[in-house]
């Protein structure tokens, strides 16, 4: 994360990768130009030894090449390729390999954004969706996929593990198996996995039989709430069928954003770490307090579900860093909690350096049904913690301090109408 893929004597020295902010590459040759445009467009491929050249920072910069290497590290991932937000890495992968008449089979809950784009958006190309959730078994999941009548015409298989806000695990070996019983002679089922909760550390769904894993590199790769971008990364096939639609697409991250991202991967582990540490301390607060009655997070859950044990031991390295929990109560309850941090920051995204809470209900997963926030948890009592790096006992504190409002809702509200 220090070093990997820049050479200081090419840039006169400079420790660190300066920012190529330049929007094209100038060729010694015309004929160096035509060699390198060739290999871009996959008219030829590159004879031994030869590298690709720099062409247009739509198609290669320096910032983002060395950054991409280094991400590749972390999942031991063959390529990778940066976007400008998680988003548009994640709509990039869907509509490279979802065609007018496939079906996704996707996981359910996901992030309230990838929730809109697969019910509001592939639907106008007539891409259908089948959702299950993470207490579905294989043989369940495969028996929803027949009673549809649509199992045929699987080509992608996503999945958010865990959970973005509920925290639910699901098994990638399993779903990757399963996605490997409907390839067929001419095309094979994709499976993508977001991976922005456990971030580069804590989880690597390639080696669980993943093809391709996306982040908001916003959250824990970013890690400073300065940036927005989205990275993918997988296998060189499917990685370069991505970089070439994104190449058209132009949504591409820019050279300075590159930079930043480079100089949070220094930090990855250390900030990480510090984090999921604090997270453990924090859970436990609130697994005893009389205001909290239920909290989502592996490492309390995990104790009394030996299956979700297993799992867990076998798929991640970590309990993670995310913390969703129920209040006593309601909305009201929940607001009361919200409106009286005073350290914790009120904020969507995660990931952070700081904490930050949010009300998923009716912030990130506002856009989802009535119906599946009931089917997915996501209740108007459910508050969600992004732990920071912050002193553990100045957190606990704060949380201590925020849920004894929820006994007395109505001086909040008071002392909120006095401030307006």
Not at 94 to 107: H, I, W, Y
Not at 193 to 220: C, E, F, R
Not at 353 to 369: F, N, R, Y
Request: with cysteine.
């Amino acid at each position: 994360m220090m070093s990997h893929g820049y050479k200081p004597e090419l840039s006169v020295g400079s420790i660190k990768c300066p920012i190529f902010q330049t929007s094209t590459f100038e060729f010694e040759t015309a004929q160096e130009g035509k060699r390198f445009f060739e290999m871009a467009y996959g008219h030829r491929k590159p004879a031994p030894n030869e590298e690709m050249g720099l062409i247009y920072s739509r198609i290669n910069n320096p910032d983002l090449e060395i950054l991409e290497n280094r991400l590749c590290l972390w999942d031991e991932a063959e390529d990778a390729a940066v976007f400008e937000s998680g988003m548009s890495a994640i709509s990039t992968v869907l509509l490279e390999f979802l065609n007018p008449g496939d079906v996704l089979l996707m996981s359910s809950p996901v992030y309230g954004g990838t929730d809109h784009f697969s019910k509001s958006v592939l639907n106008r190309f007539q891409i259908e969706l089948v959702e299950f959730s993470a207490t579905d078994d294989p043989e369940s999941i495969h028996e929803r996929l027949r009673a549809s009548g649509k199992s045929d015409r699987l080509a992608m298989v996503y999945v958010e593990t865990p959970a973005n806000p509920t925290n639910t695990m699901i098994d990638l070996d399993a779903i990757s198996a399963l996605a490997r019983q409907y390839d067929s002679a001419d095309r094979k089922v994709v499976v993508a996995v977001d991976n922005t909760y456990m971030g580069p550390l804590w989880q690597h769904p390639l080696k669980h039989g993943a093809d391709l894993v996306i982040y908001s590199a916003t959250k824990y790769i970013g890690g400073h709430s300065d940036l927005i971008a989205g990275a993918v990364l997988g296998k060189r096939e499917e990685m370069t069928r991505v970089k070439t639609l994104r190449t058209f697409l132009g949504n591409m991250t820019s050279p300075y954003t590159g930079w930043l991202l480079m100089r949070s991967l220094e930090t990855l582990k250390v900030r990480m770490e510090q984090q999921a540490s604090n997270a453990e301390k924090i859970a436990e607060f609130l697994h005893a307090h009389p205001a909290v009655e239920q909290v989502y997070y592996p490492g309390i859950q995990r104790r009394n579900d030996p299956q979700l044990d297993a799992l867990m031991q076998r798929q991640c390295k970590s309990n993670g860093a995310m913390i969703a929990f129920d209040v006593v109560g309601g909305e009201k309850e929940a607001f009361a909690l919200l409106n009286s941090f005073k350290l914790v920051k009120l904020a969507v995204s995660l990931g952070s350096t700081e904490s930050l809470a949010q009300h998923p209900a009716t912030m990130t997963h506002v856009d989802v049904s009535p119906e599946d926030k009931r089917k997915m948890n996501i209740s108007e009592k459910l508050v969600r913690l992004s732990v920071g790096i912050e002193n553990v006992d100045d957190l606990i504190w704060d949380l201590e301090q925020a849920l004894s409002a929820i006994g007395a809702p109505e001086v909040q509200d008071a002392e909120l109408e006095a401030q307006r």
